[in-house]
């Protein structure tokens, strides 16, 4: 079993400050954690995926998230946010597969607003 | 350079109508995958087809139908839509090899509406 917990349902922050968007995750498997982002009324798209390789991994548009074992977690991050990060982002595990399918499972969003 | 395409973007049934939602992909993907997404619940697994010819259910699967056409192709199916199935729903896709079998690529998703 596997399940994903975005411990912020909405992040505030000004233009130009760091970003963190927190993530703990569950598996029974050695997980693929992933973080994909959603603007408004788009489809999803990958920013970054984690898949056993290096612990901190950097993504498009200036994220990295780092995997954190011991604390089971995989917070996404950025140094200065920018106002089209204003998004909503969503944390995704991924360890079970049945068949040749992945099964993904998501967390509840954190909606990501970006302020003058 | 399309991915993921669903149609139609926009729909409103009446309780009781039935309809289908489509889905193709131009990145030979093996792999694909129907969600619907909520407001505060994230995404969550309706259908989905590991291969052409084969389909099993996900966490939601009541009250829908899928098929997998050919290898592009993978439609889902409201035979009596209801007013719990207004929501936004998203097809994706992925690769079947090594660690990229665990990338999805999703289209830009289905708002529906049941009245």
């Known amino acids: 079993a596997q399940s994903v917990t975005q411990l912020d349902s909405h992040v505030s922050v000004s233009e130009g400050t760091p970003v963190l968007l927190r993530c703990n995750y569950s598996?029974?498997?050695?997980?693929?954690l992933f973080w994909y982002v959603q603007h408004p009324n788009k489809g999803l798209q990958l920013l970054l995926k984690y898949t056993s390789a290096a612990t901190l991994v950097k993504g498009i548009n200036g994220f990295e998230a780092e995997f954190k074992k011991s604390e089971t977690s995989f917070h996404l991050t950025k140094p200065s946010a920018h106002m089209s990060d204003a998004a909503e982002y969503f944390c995704v595990v991924s360890g079970s597969n049945t068949g040749t399918a992945s099964k993904l499972t998501f967390g509840t969003g954190t909606r990501l607003q970006v302020t003058l | 350079n399309a991915g993921v395409t669903q149609t139609p973007k926009f729909q409103v049934l009446k309780t009781g109508q039935s309809m289908t939602l489509q889905c193709a992909q131009d990145?030979?993907?093996?792999?694909m995958y129907w969600y619907r997404q909520d407001p505060g619940m994230g995404l969550r697994l309706i259908y989905y087809s590991a291969s052409e010819g084969t389909t099993d259910k996900g966490e939601v699967p009541n009250g829908y139908n899928v098929s997998r056409l050919n290898k592009r192709e993978f439609s889902l199916r409201l035979e009596s839509a209801a007013p719990s199935q207004t929501s936004v729903y998203f097809c994706?896709?992925?690769?079947?090899?090594?660690?990229?079998?665990?990338?999805?690529?999703f289209g830009a998703g289905t708002r529906l509406s049941v009245l």
């Open positions: 598996s029974s498997y050695s997980p693929s």
């Open positions: 990145m030979n993907h093996n792999s």
């Open positions: 994706a896709s992925s690769e079947l090899a090594g660690v990229a079998k665990n990338i999805q690529y």
